[in-house]
């Protein structure tokens, strides 16, 4: 694929870039969007189970929603986008990854500086005591497993709907993005907030925002260049681009 111009100059100047990304890159890991036809969200709306009164009211169903999710993250790869993603750290000076997602395949792939705005699927913990858990350490059995130290219901690490982001974490991503020289924004719908704040923090502050995505989305006006296509391919030609550039 040919890049335009522009962007080819941006990449071969640029220190920091920040790659904020959503569930479509880890659609090509077989783990299904949110909003795609064959999405998460499909079967369930987000109100009814990505909350905490839902999990409140069905622990269970919450609980074994989580652990369908889970059974399909462990058994999904990193994909060509994240290992390309991770391989661009020994090209720039500061590369930085600010994800929506909570399947870990960012880090599983070898990025090393991972900012997660909603959470992370493997950690789990009491909502009463706050004590911690691994997933194996939790033999749930069909509803949702109770804390050994207090008996209080376990719940997963991530974000729900009403709930607020790690506050040190999204204060530090936004400010990661808004010194950054270049932004991609890959495989989100950009339609939740606060976190969809982040591509228009970058540009504030000055970066080139290049979205990567198989269909344009809210923000492709915004942008400054949109780039369709799916993210396990288009990242790898960029890497390509990039080394020859480096001449590394
Ligand atoms: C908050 C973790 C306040 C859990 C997620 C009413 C009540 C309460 C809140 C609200 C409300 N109305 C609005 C809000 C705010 C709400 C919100 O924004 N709602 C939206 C729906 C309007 N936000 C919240 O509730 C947030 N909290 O506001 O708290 C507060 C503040 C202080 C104190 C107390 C309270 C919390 C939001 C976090 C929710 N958690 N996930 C879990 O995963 O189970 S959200 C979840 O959906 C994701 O994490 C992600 O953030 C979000 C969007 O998903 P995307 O990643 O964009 O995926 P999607 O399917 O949408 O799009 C995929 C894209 O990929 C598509 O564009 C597709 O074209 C593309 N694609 C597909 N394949 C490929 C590809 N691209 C490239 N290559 C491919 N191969
Ligand atoms: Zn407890």
């Known amino acids: 694929m040919e890049f335009k111009e522009e962007f080819l100059q941006k990449l071969k100047s640029a220190g920091s870039v920040v790659f904020f990304t959503g569930a479509g890159i880890s659609a090509e ?10 999405g998460l969200w499909k079967k369930f709306r987000p109100e009814e189970l990505a909350n905490f009164d839902a999990f409140i009211r069905n622990p269970g169903l919450v609980w074994e929603w989580y652990q369908y999710r889970r059974k399909i993250v462990e058994e999904a790869q990193p994909n060509a986008g994240h290992f390309a993603i991770a391989e661009m750290e020994n090209y720039f000076d500061n590369v930085s990854v600010i994800t929506q997602n909570i399947d870990n395949l960012h880090a599983r792939a070898g990025s090393t500086k991972i900012y997660e705005l909603h959470g992370n699927i493997e950690r789990n913990y009491c909502i009463d005591c706050k004590t911690y858990y691994t997933h194996e350490e939790l033999e749930s059995s069909g509803s949702a497993p109770e804390c050994r130290l207090c ?14 982001l790690p506050q040190n974490i999204f204060s530090a991503a936004e400010n990661v993005a808004r010194n950054s020289d270049i932004c991609f924004v890959v495989g989100t719908s950009a339609v939740v907030y606060p976190a969809a704040y982040i591509p228009g923090a970058a540009k504030s502050g000055g970066s080139y925002l290049v979205e990567i995505n198989i269909e344009p989305t809210e923000l492709s006006y915004r942008v400054d260049y949109s780039i369709i296509g799916k993210s396990g ?3 790898p030609q960029i890497l390509e681009k990039v080394k020859k550039l480096k001449n590394r």
């Open 233 to 235: 391919e288009i990242l």
């Open 29 to 38: 890991s077989g783990i299904p969007t949110f909003r795609g036809n064959e």
């Open 151 to 164: 008996g209080g219901l376990i719940r997963p690490d991530v974000v729900w709907f009403g709930e607020p």
